[in-house]
Nanobody, 123 residues
Framework: VQLQASGGGLVQAGGSLRLSCAASGRTFSSYAMGWFRQAPGKEREFVAFISQSGVVTHYADSVKGRFTISRYNIKTTVYLQMDSLKPEDTAVYYC?????????????????WGQGTLVTVSS
């Protein structure tokens, strides 16, 4: 599975961005997906999870109510809508594939990773 993340950029605090992650392969609909982020000098952390069908989602407390994960299986793409952005959201954002369906927040439970896209939120 190959993943291509895009949509990052520079935005002011309070603004919005939508990240996309396009996946290769015809088995996309059988994979759960996740978004993680890594800020400078910090470890990579969980952001959001979505099940194969999109029915189940789970968020880190730090983004709950501001970020929304969704997927469009026909286009083999998962999205992360980020609203009310804060400077502390600045990070490289990564999408990842989880080949089993249960909710997972550890990076070690994901099997394939994209290259990351940089989000910078200015104050």
């Amino acid at each position: 599975v190959q993943l291509q993340a895009s949509g990052g950029g520079l935005v002011q605090a309070g603004g919005s961005l939508r990240l996309s992650c396009a996946a290769s392969g015809r088995t996309f609909s059988s994979y759960a997906m996740g978004w993680f982020r890594q800020a400078p000098g910090k470890e990579r952390e969980f952001v959001a999870f979505i099940s194969q069908s999109g029915v189940v989602t789970h968020y880190a407390d730090s983004v709950k109510g501001r970020f929304t994960i969704s997927r469009y299986n026909i286009k083999t793409t998962v999205y992360l809508q980020m609203d009310s952005l804060k400077p502390e959201d600045t990070a490289v954002y990564y999408c990842a594939v989880r080949t089993t369906g249960r909710v997972a927040t550890s990076e070690y439970e994901y099997d394939f990773w994209g290259q990351g896209t940089l989000v910078t939120v200015s104050s």
